[in-house]
């Protein structure tokens, strides 16, 4: 049977032969298995990719630990992971500093962060995640940065309202977002990436007066369907209502625990995905917990506090759950 390989699969394929880094080389082989067409006639190359793709990623994680650690792979805490991505002087490491308890190095010259820094930040009963990373320009791209992103559940472009570039900013960085698979429509599995909604771009500096016009300008000129919010770290517009946009696009819930006859606990959320059933929580707390399980009982969203549910019962966010054994 013929493979009837797509254009797509042989642009994928010659990345990979151009790649230079092993992150190159795994980036273009997740593009590889998943733009190739799933039949019978391209299962012995889907196996064969799979077997590639192990390899690098092996290999990767052999190299990080005989040498010394990758810095631009930052283990993930939090309710979910958000990286940011700029030009120099755009105001990330202040806009880190601002949403997190990180202390970056701020100054006005370019080039401050050269690897990636992460700092948590408060919503509500929960911290999210933010990365701030080396900024970009058309000459200079980091090596590491794409797997950084790519592993990322959400991005924030900022761009400097303020600065006479600043379309040309923000086409830069959307073009490099495409060109590199970083975001994408469809994301198979085992294949990383970020979805198109899950990329929001921030117009920094928004409090400065040239900022106002710039920003329509972008509105009107800049790529269609991408949604932009100002911000600024100097008066705090914007900063509040992004904490509240970002965890509706992380699209988890908050589930709280209890045991019977006690009060919940309010202070140590459990985070779910959003449409996860009382089984998957079990799951989370222990592996065993779902073959213990006898019965669960929920506060919020049933019908009636302390409604007996199913194991496929669908939480909400800030349910209370008891399991009883």
């Known amino acids: ?70 810095p631009y792979s930052i283990e993930r805490q939090g309710a979910g992971q958000v990286a940011l991505l700029g030009f120099p002087n755009t105001g990330k490491s202040s806009f880190l500093a601002a949403m997190t308890r990180a202390k970056p190095k701020i100054a006005d010259y370019p080039f401050t962060t050269i690897i990636p820094l992460a700092g948590m930040m408060p919503y509500e009963d929960i911290f999210i995640q933010l990365v701030d990373t080396p900024p970009v320009t058309a000459e200079i791209i980091p090596a590491g940065l794409s797997g950084t992103l790519r592993s990322a559940d959400i991005l924030l472009v900022l761009v400097d309202a303020a600065s006479d570039d600043c379309l040309e900013q923000l086409e830069f960085c959307l073009n490099y977002l495409e060109e590199k698979k970083i975001v994408r429509e469809d994301i198979a599995p085992g294949v990383r990436g970020v979805s198109p909604a899950n990329v929001l771009v921030l117009a920094a500096r928004a409090d400065l007066p040239q900022s106002t016009e710039n920003i329509q300008i972008m509105k009107e000129l800049g790529p269609a369907g991408i949604e932009l919010l100002p911000v600024s770290t100097k008066t705090g517009q914007g900063l509040e209502d992004l904490r509240e946009k970002t ?70 966010d800030r349910d209370v759950v008891e399991i009883s054994q």
């Open 247 to 316: 965890f509706q696009m992380l699209g988890v819930i908050r589930v709280f625990t209890k045991i019977p006859g006690r009060e919940p606990d309010l202070k140590r959320p459990f985070i779910l995905k959003r449409g996860s059933t009382v089984l998957e929580l079990a799951e989370v707390i222990h592996r065993d917990l779902p073959g213990l399980m006898k019965n669960a009982r929920v506060w919020g969203s049933a019908k009636y506090e302390g409604q007996a549910v199913m194991r496929d019962y669908t939480l909400h």
């Open 1 to 70: 049977m013929p493979a009837n390989l797509t254009p797509q699969y042989y642009n994928a394929e010659e990345a990979f032969k151009k790649a230079v880094s092993v992150e190159e080389k795994i980036a273009a082989l997740e593009e590889m298995l998943a733009v190739i067409p799933k039949h019978k006639g391209t299962e012995k190359m889907q196996a064969d990719l799979k077997k590639r793709l192990s390899k690098f990623r092996q290999e990767g994680m052999k190299k990080a630990s005989v040498s010394r650690a990758d």
